[in-house]
């Protein structure tokens, strides 16, 4: 896999935040309505909104608007994305 560094700088950039990490935790329990998150977090609405537009940027999130509401989501696709980088970029090739 050649990797394209733009894509996995905005990949791995979801993970350098302690608050975007503590909503990860949240959400590997399922789907959240913002306003769940809003409650276990001690941030701001639009604290929260600017998190979750990274981490739905990066991939490793997804949104859907239902009513008012956004719900997140942790995303299978983006996960596997960010663990293939992520082996890809630590395996030593002896090949070389």
Known sequence: MILDAKKTAVTFKA???ENRIRIL????DGEKCACKLLEEMNISQP????HMKILCESGIVEAHK???WMHYSISSEGTAFA???LENLTTVN???
């Open 15 to 17: 993970f350098c935040d």
């Open 25 to 28: 935790q949240l959400l590997s």
């Open 47 to 50: 604290t929260l909104s600017h």
């Open 66 to 68: 239902d009513g008012k």
């Open 83 to 85: 663990r293939e980088c």
């Open 94 to 96: 002896s090949t070389k």
